[in-house]
């Protein structure tokens, strides 16, 4: 059974009644950030149930040292932990010096939790009677400023409803906290210095070993009935933390508030003797302009977000609830505005996984991010891998790699790899791929070939180089083959001759010596500095294209289809439909032993390269290829709906389309794979935009120009987006009985639909 406790609504995500069982899940699903930290839905006050406490920030991580039973050569020395940072968040509450806990509380009424998507803020409500008999009505409302990303603001409000009593707010800073996720105990912060300057407090403190210095900070105030008390508070402190008092005597109906900022300061983006200084000036502005002030600011920048990334769906409240959850998630990791910065698979709202990329960024979001935002931010994306591309071949020499092979790796911090399952460390190779495919994706859509000249060319080197030496040739088979790897599908390691790993090879092989060509005509300086850089002569690049001439893809005659690995057919090919539901999901049900030896396919794998390479192939191999494999496939990865979605749109297949849309865009909503307390899957929300612009709008780009086959689920009436386009934005509106096109700027834009040539000119609808 999926849960379905969050109430559907366009613009918000809503939760009634409090539920303990599902306090973890929910602190996942209302978390917020802005892209430079972010923190799970924790209550401010103090809670003694089950808990999953998070806050934190962008780019600050510890190198945990690497745990497992058997050492092998080449295993990465730590893996970076995504660090549970200290606190600003918490209020302890007392009411006639009982404090305040939903877990002991006699009743908990009217509880409330509502994400406001539209507006970029967290509210939570509730009547709670206390073990003293003092019943009280709380709403509380915090959120992370986009215009000031160093700071966030809490309003706590207290109404006494069946008596006077003593109300006594104790806001306070922790850096005692811990990871939930460590894998030897180690201290992960230092605290330097604790310390209070009037209503304002501080916690300097920097992360072991990778030594980034932060300052926690918070000032706060204090009202009744919304003036502000002039009671200087008492302070407590210890080594890890600061606290405040306040103590108001109230009368049944009064309102005791307390307004709160605070956030961090980090050496990462000032100097370390400067993070005091910017905290108090940051505090400063916050006061100035006050909670309301913030929070009106905070609605327009949300606005402007929501203008050019929004996707309407009308006619379904679920559809359409899905696709916003995604894309303001999507907005509350990752703004494009620090290249140093990328996109984590669980964002700010858990620490599974670690690290601040996967291969997802450059299959899912490059796209997403393209197309909603400036083109610089996803040059960004890719300027991210270019500045790693040292150490990508650092990685490959580690393996045994030479002549400056690259190796992305599978999870990294600082370019450096540091997964440590050997399965997917050494031979979930195929992520290389992926990171030349963004290249080629992003050229395909922006038109700018500056970024391949200036930097993409030597990623596309270091890729090929790779693929060149991890080929082996197979006297058996007069091909080279490709040994010893794990596909997309994670259910299935140490296989070989994996299809899509083996195609992508090829085709990364082929688009390095076509752009090698084409710089060598269009820009010979460039590709001089290259050649001399790199040390590239015509007898590698033969080698590379034998390589490439000569792969080996397993095939079927059969069912006429390519199969997924070497031996595929071997196995027990029962159907998922065939499956005990009492034995799903089976990462959870079966040993990895049975798992392994099943035809269950995690993700798209063959088809993950039907997806990419789609114009290599005809519909009709399309549709063999999904019937063959899509029935063992389990879909318990995240990044597996989408692209289902995608293909089953293509062919025509709405019902399957729409379904797996669905699944895609409330995965975590409805907690289809039983692990949202463990934080969200923010890369695969990515899918699920593309699910409706690829899959449904059947967007694509052909003939150097955008190219539309829409579709629409019958499910809806309409739905609409809106497209960046090499700097000119094209909405998209598509009803039961017609598409329209809307343009701004000041230039026609050439399209296709349905294969038509179509002109779009500025302000002028177009109806099809």
Request: hydrophobic share 35%; with cysteine.
């Amino acid at each position: 059974m999926n849960q379905d406790y969050i109430k559907p609504d366009k613009w918000l995500i809503i939760e009634e009644g409090f539920d303990a069982e599902r306090v973890k899940s929910s602190e996942s699903l209302f978390s917020i950030g802005n892209g430079a930290m972010g923190q799970r839905a924790n209550f401010e006050e103090y809670y003694s149930g089950p808990t999953f406490q998070g806050s934190y920030i962008a780019g600050v991580y510890y190198p945990d040292k690497t745990r497992v039973g058997w050492w092998k050569n080449g295993y990465p020395e730590y893996f970076a932990k995504v660090l549970n940072a200290p606190s600003w968040i918490g209020i302890d509450v007392y009411i006639n010096e009982e404090r305040l806990d939903l877990y002991a509380c006699l009743q908990v009424e009217n509880f409330k939790r509502v994400l406001n998507m539209q507006e970029g803020w967290l509210a939570r409500s509730f009547r709670a009677k206390l073990n003293n008999g003092v019943i009280i009505e709380v709403v509380s409302t915090r959120f992370l400023s986009l215009d000031m990303e160093e700071l966030g603001a809490i309003k706590y409000e207290i109404k006494l409803l069946n008596s006077d009593a003593i109300v006594s707010f104790k806001p306070y800073l922790d850096s005692g906290i811990t990871n939930e996720d460590s894998n030897w105990d180690d201290k992960f912060w230092n605290t330097t210095k604790v310390y209070a300057n009037d209503e304002q407090a501080f916690i300097e403190a920097h992360t072991m070993k990778t030594n980034f210095h932060t300052c926690t900070y918070m000032e706060s105030e204090c009202l009744l009935n919304n003036k502000k008390q002039n009671s200087t508070p008492k302070i407590s402190h210890d080594e890890s933390y600061i606290g405040f008092k306040y103590v108001t005597n109230a009368k049944t109906g009064d309102i005791v508030s307390l307004h709160k900022y605070g956030g961090y300061t980090v050496d990462r983006n000032q100097r370390k003797s400067e993070l005091e200084t910017t905290a108090i000036a940051n505090l400063s502005k916050a006061k100035t302009r006050g909670f309301d002030g913030l929070l009106e600011q905070q609605k327009q920048a949300w606005a402007k977000i929501w203008d050019m990334a929004d996707i309407t769906v009308d006619g379904d409240v679920k559809a359409q609830q899905g696709i916003r959850f995604n894309i303001f998630q999507l907005n509350q990791t990752y703004l494009g505005t620090d290249a140093q910065l990328n996109i984590g698979p669980k964002g700010f709202t858990g620490e599974k996984y670690g690290g601040s990329t996967y291969w997802d960024t450059e299959a899912y979001c490059i796209p997403f991010y393209m197309a909603t935002k400036d083109q610089l931010v996803a040059r960004n994306l890719l300027a991210y891998r270019y500045n790693h591309l040292d150490k990508a071949i650092e990685n490959a020499q580690k393996l045994g790699f030479e002549n400056g092979a690259a190796l992305y790796p599978m999870v990294t911090m600082n370019g450096e790899e540091c997964h440590n399952e050997w399965e997917i460390t050494f031979e979930e190779i195929h992520r290389n791929g992926a990171i030349a495919f963004a290249i080629f994706n992003y050229y395909r859509y922006t038109n700018d070939y500056s970024y391949i000249v200036e930097k993409g060319i030597e990623v596309l080197i270091g890729i090929a180089r790779f693929w060149q030496q991890r080929a082996t040739y197979s006297e058996a088979k007069n091909k080279f083959v490709i040994l010893g790897v794990t596909g997309p599908n994670e259910y299935e390691n140490n296989v070989n001759n994996n299809w899509y790993t083996n195609y992508l090879a090829k085709w990364c092989i082929n688009y390095a010596i076509e752009n090698l060509n084409k710089i060598k005509v269009e820009f010979e300086l460039d590709y001089k500095r290259i050649i001399d850089k790199i040390n590239l002569t015509d007898s590698e690049l033969e080698k590379w294209n034998d390589v490439a001439i000569n792969m080996y893809f397993p095939y079927s005659e059969k069912h006429n289809v390519y199969l997924q690995q070497d031996g595929f057919l071997d196995k027990e090919l029962i159907t998922v439909a065939d499956l005990p539901k009492s034995e799903r999901p089976i990462n959870q049900k079966w040993s990895w032993d049975r798992i392994l030896r099943s035809p269950y396919i995690k993700q798209a794998d063959t088809l993950q390269g039907f997806y990419f390479f789609e114009d290599q192939f005809t519909s009709e191999e399309l549709e063999r290829h999904f019937d063959f494999y899509e029935p063992y496939t389990v879909h318990e990865s995240s990044l597996s709906p989408c692209v289902h979605s995608i293909q089953a749109a293509k062919l025509d297949r709405m019902e399957k389309a729409y379904e797996f849309y669905l699944r895609t865009s409330r995965l975590d909503l409805d907690d289809y794979n039983h692990e949202v307390e463990e934080g969200l899957h923010i890369t695969s929300m990515a899918g699920t935009w593309m699910s409706i612009v690829e899959g449904f709008g059947g967007m694509r780009i052909q003939e150097n120009r955008l190219s539309f086959n829409p579709k629409i689920p019958k499910q809806w009436d309409a739905y609409s987006f809106k497209l960046n386009f090499r700097n000119q934005i094209l909405k998209v509106h598509i009803t039961q009985n017609d598409t329209k096109f809307e343009l701004e700027g000041t230039m026609d834009l050439q399209i296709l639909v349905s294969g038509k040539h179509i002109t779009v000119t500025p302000h002028n609808l177009v109806s099809v």
